[in-house]
């Protein structure tokens, strides 16, 4: 048979006519930069009120020493079971005080994890979270943390908590299909990733393997081969993606956290639609071994989560560099925010923000930049931060050089298989954005890389001036899902340019990231903000997250399709 044609409608058309001629551009254009093939940092001075962790050394003990860094827990909460009480997400240390004080155990709060899958699996249309899935291995899992717990020998705070992991990340025994219906049969998967390996060092129960965005290859998390996974707060909408299920398997409360990948801004832009925490380390701050793209110069793994702190302490479980890159990059040491000392929150005063107003505004709607305009006030308001206008020079160049750096670097790593003819088994989109690649030539590549050095000069330069820039998380909230979507995929060159506006930096030079939830628009959909870093100052946007969190500590919204994993065994005492 034939290949199906792809026809789009005139103004996608043109929309992928001129991102083409954008990336066309490069071939008559001489940037005096040299390149720069992989991003370079300068040497970044120490962040105040932090907590050094040692990359060498076990990931349970990190996370040991990240639970330092966190606030007095009081588990006073855990019993309240008045139906008026405000909506929270259980926490990490939620799960953790109910297994030590044997209000549960990791092998019933399991068989309530499946429970909800199979009720999950049974939504009509099809919304799969998890594309593999074996609840016995789960079981397994559970029943040898119940065990260490019975035993007080725990592996870490991690111990016995659920988290879902991309389709895109080795984990051992599923395959790695990467969404799509073939991968698995030329990748086998026969041990962890690094970032796996490191989870089950912690003790942690690794759920399945979530749904996502062919190969990563779009941002709206809608897949054909499986089905589109629906946003949690309003199940017509996307979740975001490509980091789709993940983003949503936390939001909706199955799990306490979920690993992700971020090539352009597949962590933030699902964690922000969906009302999750999402961060984006610095580039080699994250060991990519294991992944289905493990090379390349833009993408990193991250952790989604619920809560600021359930994010300080997956980020302490799977950072540490691949030993190439210790060399290349030379990364700092890796610090947390030392939020249990009143002297950490007192350096928020010292932080300088860096908004670049008409960047800032660019949104479709005016709830998005009002609502982040206000969380700004409110923390200038508690803690004396500062924001200083900045301008960004060429942001449309940026967009250029990303688009032609991810796309001739997946196209190198796809194209011994889809040349093969593996191609014809792609989604309609994935087929789209692999033929704009292939329009990409090496020089086109070179000066990609030119203007990230310029890029990186540019911004270096902000930084000198400011510890942070910060920006909406996406210029829109989540998207309707069209129905002629779920069957035959959908290519919306506007939504993309909606959902990507404020990511890229993060990506093609490398900076450190994340989304936090600030409030919801009018439609009750969830609004983030994004707040870049310094290279290799993880902490100061931890710390900033966190202070952020607890200036919208307003009622939370409970997602449409919530489940209870815990208060369920916890109500039956």
Same mark, same amino acid.
């Given at each position: 048979m034939?290949?199906?044609?792809?026809?789009?409608?005139?103004?996608?058309? /043109?929309?992928?006519?001129?991102?083409?001629?954008g990336a066309e551009r490069f071939k008559n254009t001489v940037i005096p930069e040299a390149p720069m093939f992989v991003p370079e940092f300068p040497p970044q001075e120490s962040e105040p009120c932090v907590f050094g962790l @040692?990359?060498? %050394?076990?990931?349970?003990?990190?996370?040991?020493?990240?639970?330092?860094?966190?606030?007095?827990?009081n588990p006073g909460y855990i019993w309240i079971t008045d139906p008026a009480a405000p909506f929270r997400y259980w926490k990490i240390r939620d799960y953790a005080y109910a297994y030590r004080s044997k209000l549960t155990a990791p092998s019933q709060a399991t068989e309530n994890f499946i429970s909800a899958i199979e009720e999950s699996n049974n939504q009509n249309p099809l919304a799969p979270l998890l594309i593999s899935y074996d609840p016995d291995e789960v079981r397994r899992q559970a029943a040898a943390?119940?065990?260490?717990?019975? @035993?007080?020998?725990?592996?870490?705070?991690? /111990?016995?908590?659920?988290?879902?992991?991309? /389709? /895109?990340?080795d984990?051992?025994?599923?395959?790695?299909? %990467?969404g799509t219906t073939w991968f698995h049969e030329i990748h086998e998967v026969k041990k962890d990733a690094v970032c796996i390996s490191r989870l089950r060092n912690c003790g942690a129960v690794l759920v399945g393997k979530t749904n996502m965005h062919?190969?990563?290859?779009?941002?709206?998390?809608?897949?054909?081969?499986? %089905?589109?996974?629906?946003?949690?707060?309003?199940?017509?909408?996307?979740?975001?993606?490509?980091?789709?299920?993940?983003?949503?398997?936390?939001?909706?409360?199955?799990?306490?956290?979920?690993?992700?990948?971020?090539?352009? %801004?597949?962590?933030?832009?699902?964690?922000?639609?969906?009302?999750?925490?999402g961060l984006k380390t610095t580039y080699g701050r994250t060991d990519m071994k294991g992944l289905i793209f493990h090379y390349g110069t833009v993408a990193i793994v991250g952790p989604i989560t619920a809560t600021v702190e359930d994010a300080i302490l997956m980020y302490a479980a799977i950072l540490g560099s691949s030993p190439a890159e210790r060399v290349s990059l030379k990364p700092g040491l890796p610090c947390l925010p030392n939020l249990s000392s009143s002297e950490s929150w007192c350096s928020l005063g010292s932080l300088c923000f860096g908004k670049y107003t008409e960047w800032f505004n660019d949104v479709s709607s005016t709830e998005i930049s009002e609502k982040c305009e206000d969380v700004l006030n409110q923390l200038s308001e508690k803690h004396g931060c500062k924001t200083i206008e900045i301008v960004i020079p060429e942001l449309h160049e940026m967009h250029n050089a990303h688009i032609v750096s991810i796309g001739s670097e997946v196209l190198s790593q796809l194209n011994p298989y889809v040349e093969d003819g593996k191609s014809a088994r792609l989604t309609n989109d994935a087929r789209i954005n692999l033929a704009l690649f292939r329009s990409f030539t090496a020089s086109d590549y070179v000066v990609a890389q030119c203007l990230r050095q310029r890029l990186m000069y540019y911004h270096m330069e902000i930084f000198k001036k400011v510890d942070i820039i910060v920006t909406p998380t996406t210029a829109m909230t989540a998207p309707i899902i069209s129905p002629t979507a779920l069957t035959v995929?959908?290519?919306?060159?506007?939504?993309? @340019?909606?959902?990507m506006r404020f990511v890229l930096a993060g990506n093609l030079l490398g900076f450190p990231a994340i989304s936090v939830p600030v409030g919801y628009d009018k439609q009750g959909l969830p609004i983030g903000m994004q707040l870049i870093g310094r290279p290799w100052c993880e902490s100061s946007i931890l710390r900033l997250a966190a202070a952020t969190e607890e200036t919208c500590a307003g009622p939370k919204k409970k997602p449409v399709q919530f489940y209870d994993i815990l208060k369920g065994n916890l109500m039956s005492l």
């Amino acid at each position: 048979m034939g290949k199906k044609r792809v026809m789009l409608p005139a103004s996608e058309v /043109d929309m992928t006519t001129k991102m083409n001629r954008g990336a066309e551009r490069f071939k008559n254009t001489v940037i005096p930069e040299a390149p720069m093939f992989v991003p370079e940092f300068p040497p970044q001075e120490s962040e105040p009120c932090v907590f050094g962790l @040692e990359e060498d %050394g076990k990931p349970e003990e990190r996370v040991e020493l990240a639970l330092q860094c966190l606030p007095d827990y009081n588990p006073g909460y855990i019993w309240i079971t008045d139906p008026a009480a405000p909506f929270r997400y259980w926490k990490i240390r939620d799960y953790a005080y109910a297994y030590r004080s044997k209000l549960t155990a990791p092998s019933q709060a399991t068989e309530n994890f499946i429970s909800a899958i199979e009720e999950s699996n049974n939504q009509n249309p099809l919304a799969p979270l998890l594309i593999s899935y074996d609840p016995d291995e789960v079981r397994r899992q559970a029943a040898a943390s119940t065990q260490r717990f019975e @035993e007080g020998s725990e592996l870490s705070i991690l /111990d016995g908590i659920f988290i879902a992991v991309k /389709d /895109d990340i080795d984990c051992y025994p599923y395959p790695s299909k %990467g969404g799509t219906t073939w991968f698995h049969e030329i990748h086998e998967v026969k041990k962890d990733a690094v970032c796996i390996s490191r989870l089950r060092n912690c003790g942690a129960v690794l759920v399945g393997k979530t749904n996502m965005h062919e190969l990563g290859l779009g941002i709206t998390g809608n897949n054909t081969n499986f %089905g589109t996974t629906r946003n949690p707060h309003a199940p017509d909408r996307y979740t975001g993606g490509s980091s789709s299920g993940s983003a949503a398997i936390v939001a909706s409360g199955l799990c306490s956290a979920a690993l992700g990948t971020d090539g352009g %801004g597949s962590v933030r832009i699902p964690s922000s639609l969906c009302g999750v925490v999402g961060l984006k380390t610095t580039y080699g701050r994250t060991d990519m071994k294991g992944l289905i793209f493990h090379y390349g110069t833009v993408a990193i793994v991250g952790p989604i989560t619920a809560t600021v702190e359930d994010a300080i302490l997956m980020y302490a479980a799977i950072l540490g560099s691949s030993p190439a890159e210790r060399v290349s990059l030379k990364p700092g040491l890796p610090c947390l925010p030392n939020l249990s000392s009143s002297e950490s929150w007192c350096s928020l005063g010292s932080l300088c923000f860096g908004k670049y107003t008409e960047w800032f505004n660019d949104v479709s709607s005016t709830e998005i930049s009002e609502k982040c305009e206000d969380v700004l006030n409110q923390l200038s308001e508690k803690h004396g931060c500062k924001t200083i206008e900045i301008v960004i020079p060429e942001l449309h160049e940026m967009h250029n050089a990303h688009i032609v750096s991810i796309g001739s670097e997946v196209l190198s790593q796809l194209n011994p298989y889809v040349e093969d003819g593996k191609s014809a088994r792609l989604t309609n989109d994935a087929r789209i954005n692999l033929a704009l690649f292939r329009s990409f030539t090496a020089s086109d590549y070179v000066v990609a890389q030119c203007l990230r050095q310029r890029l990186m000069y540019y911004h270096m330069e902000i930084f000198k001036k400011v510890d942070i820039i910060v920006t909406p998380t996406t210029a829109m909230t989540a998207p309707i899902i069209s129905p002629t979507a779920l069957t035959v995929g959908e290519t919306n060159m506007p939504i993309t @340019e909606n959902l990507m506006r404020f990511v890229l930096a993060g990506n093609l030079l490398g900076f450190p990231a994340i989304s936090v939830p600030v409030g919801y628009d009018k439609q009750g959909l969830p609004i983030g903000m994004q707040l870049i870093g310094r290279p290799w100052c993880e902490s100061s946007i931890l710390r900033l997250a966190a202070a952020t969190e607890e200036t919208c500590a307003g009622p939370k919204k409970k997602p449409v399709q919530f489940y209870d994993i815990l208060k369920g065994n916890l109500m039956s005492l």
